[in-house]
C-alpha cells in the first residue's frame, strides 16, 4: 500500500517548457489536491477534484492546468513554464466525507530556469 | 475567504520542555483543524486535527486546544525530545460536501536542543 505516489521526485525545466506532474493515490479516496509549497508561505492550494470527473481552482491556480484522469490519478500541467512556479508541488488526497484528513506524497522539487 | 496566521516563526527549547504553537483563522465557517508536521525533505504528516464540535483532544505528549468563539487553536507538545524537531503547520477548513479546502499556515520551524 503505497499511499500517494508522485512523479518525477526533481525536474528543472527551461522557461517556456511544459511539464506533466503525475500522481496517483491506491486508497480508494475520492478527492485529490495540488499544492505548492515556497519557503515561508506554507502550502497554497492550486486546483482540486472532489471527485472522479469535477475540477475546481484553488488559491493559485494561475499557469497550471488539471487532469483528473481516473480515479486514483490527478495531473498537474504546466503549459509554459516560468521562473516564478519554481516550487516544490505536492499532490494529496482524501476519503471525500467530511472533516477527513489528507495524505501527502513526497513531493516534486521543481526548478524552472 | 479563509485566512490563518501562525506564531511563533521559529521556537527553540530544550529537551523536556513543552512547546506550545498558536494559530489564528479568520472564516467562523471552519470547522476542521489539522496539524501537519513536516521534517526536511519530506512530506508533510497528519499527527492530530481536531473538529469543531470538540474544545480539546490529546494523543500521547501531543495536544491541540480550540476556541472558536476567539478564533485560535494551539498545538501543545509536552516533554520534547530532539526527534520532535521539525515545521509544523496549521490548516483550517471549511468542510464541504466530499471534500475541504485547507487553508495552511506559515510554519513554525521547532528546534529540541539535547
Known amino acids: 500500500n503505497a499511499g500517494v505516489t508522485q512523479t518525477p521526485k526533481f525536474q528543472v525545466l527551461k522557461t517556456g517548457q511544459s511539464m506533466t506532474l503525475q500522481c496517483a493515490q491506491d486508497m480508494n479516496h475520492n478527492s485529490m489536491y495540488w499544492y505548492r509549497q515556497d519557503p515561508g508561505m506554507g502550502l497554497r492550494l492550486i486546483y482540486y477534484?472532489?471527485?472522479?470527473?469535477?475540477?475546481d481552482k484553488g488559491e493559485v491556480p494561475n499557469g497550471y492546468n488539471v487532469s483528473r484522469l481516473n480515479k486514483r490519478e490527478f495531473s498537474l500541467r504546466l503549459e509554459s513554464a516560468a521562473p516564478s512556479q519554481t516550487s516544490v508541488y505536492f499532490c494529496?488526497?482524501?476519503?471525500?466525507?467530511?472533516?477527513?484528513?489528507?495524505?501527502f506524497g513526497d513531493g516534486t522539487r521543481l526548478s524552472i530556469l | 475567504g479563509e485566512n490563518v496566521e501562525q506564531h511563533p516563526s521559529t521556537l527553540s527549547v530544550q529537551e523536556g520542555d513543552s512547546a506550545v504553537i498558536k494559530c489564528t483563522y479568520s472564516?467562523?465557517?471552519?470547522?476542521?483543524f489539522p496539524w501537519y508536521k513536516q521534517e526536511l525533505g519530506k512530506r508533510p504528516q497528519l499527527i492530530i486535527d481536531?473538529?469543531?464540535?470538540?474544545g480539546e483532544k490529546k494523543d500521547q505528549r501531543i495536544a491541540v486546544t480550540l476556541n472558536k468563539t476567539a478564533k485560535h487553536f494551539s498545538l501543545h507538545i509536552t516533554e520534547t525530545q530532539p526527534e520532535d524537531s521539525a515545521v509544523y503547520f496549521c490548516?483550517?477548513?471549511?468542510?464541504?460536501?466530499?471534500?475541504?479546502?485547507?487553508?495552511f499556515g506559515t510554519g513554525t520551524r521547532l528546534l529540541v536542543s539535547p
Open positions: 481536531i473538529r469543531s464540535n470538540v
Open positions: 490548516a483550517a477548513s471549511e468542510s464541504y460536501t466530499g471534500f475541504q479546502k485547507l487553508v
Open positions: 494529496a488526497s482524501s476519503k471525500g466525507t467530511a472533516n477527513q484528513p489528507q495524505h
Open positions: 472564516d467562523s465557517a471552519s470547522n476542521y
Open positions: 477534484s472532489a471527485s472522479e470527473g469535477t475540477t
